[in-house]
């Protein structure tokens, strides 16, 4: 199995304002049968995509998922391409809107699953695991050190719906900040279960480390815009998976909201164990895998194999 780091192409601007992957040379579409709405066979489909698997960043549990799919089904021709959730979005678009063949790797909850019309390949070897919670994880001594917010985050719980009002509001131009406080202006009543019985603070400090998904901009905007209401001055750090484990581990961030257990994150909470807390369940059922459009004459993962 090869990877290949692709860059960003700051000019090639979509219309959704992600950055376009810089290398996204896609081949032409073969004929195929009069079913295959691609024009591409099954046979010819790792030529159709020159063998390439688009992911995101390399720190990323999703991709050490993708690298197991590839050695599970001895995918050895394929490559899987690393670069940002924007550029991957990107390739997706692109192809989407010219009907070509692309294959990526996928999370729900996503926007690009209400934008596009798309499907998880079935993964019969179980590479990615079945469905996955997010869950949310605090630094040692939190709860003595910040008890209000260590409540308040500890009772944080949302569904899929939730969160995509948030996602779709920001991909629709709205800045995350004002995503996130509509969306809690709609819904108070469920934002003061989160808070119900916590006392405010008075400009206590809090740090939360957050990835680059949609999902996870959408959580940390409404949590940090909720414990400011609540008398926190917040900080919100980005990073990649492996920092913000360690982040938490090593007490430079006081949580995240963006542990995705018990598959995509196992070998961070299993390197740290003993060093953080789990502080609850935020989300559940959440899934990562293959995704292709569903015009694609595809279903499995092993079908990458012809």
């Given amino acids: 199995m090869k990877r290949k ?22 081949t032409k579409k073969e004929t195929g049968s009069d079913d295959d709405t691609t024009g591409v066979t099954e046979e010819a489909v790792g030529e159709s995509v020159n063998y390439k698997i688009t992911g995101i960043d390399p720190g990323a549990g999703i991709m050490e998922a993708a690298d197991r799919a590839i050695e599970d089904y001895e995918l050895d021709e394929w490559t899987l391409t690393t670069g940002s959730g924007s550029a991957m979005t990107a390739a997706l678009k692109k192809a989407y809107d010219k009907e070509e063949p692309i294959i990526v790797t996928g999370w729900t909850p996503h926007w690009k699953f209400a934008e596009f019309d798309l499907k998880y390949l079935e993964d019969p070897k179980g590479s990615f695991g079945g469905e996955e919670q997010i869950r949310t994880i605090g630094r040692v001594g939190l709860e003595e050190d910040l008890p209000e917010a260590h409540a308040i985050l500890s ?11 948030v996602m779709i509001a920001i991909q629709d131009g709205e800045k995350e900040e004002v995503a996130a406080q509509n969306w809690i202006d709609a819904n108070e009543d469920k934002v003061s279960e989160w808070t119900d019985g916590v006392d405010k603070v008075n400009g206590d400090k809090i740090k939360l480390a957050y990835v680059a998904w949609d999902s ?62 789990e502080l609850g369940i935020n989300m559940e059922g959440v899934k990562i895998g293959l995704v292709v459009p569903e015009y694609m004459n595809i279903d499995s993962i092993e079908d990458l194999q012809k």
């Fill in 216 to 277: 996870e901009i959408a959580s940390h905007n409404v949590m940090k815009i909720v414990l400011e209401d609540m008398g926190y001055k917040v900080t919100l750090t980005q990073v990649e998976a492996g920092p913000l484990w360690t982040a938490v581990a090593n007490g430079s961030a006081d949580a995240s909201l963006a542990a995705w257990l018990p598959i995509t994150h196992e070998t961070y909470a299993e390197k740290f164990k003993g060093d953080f807390e």
């Fill in 155 to 165: 009772n944080f719980n949302w569904t899929e719906e939730d969160m995509a009002e």
């Fill in 5 to 26: 780091v692709f860059g960003l192409g700051a000019a090639a601007l979509l219309a959704l304002g992600l950055a376009a992957c810089g290398s996204d040379d896609t």
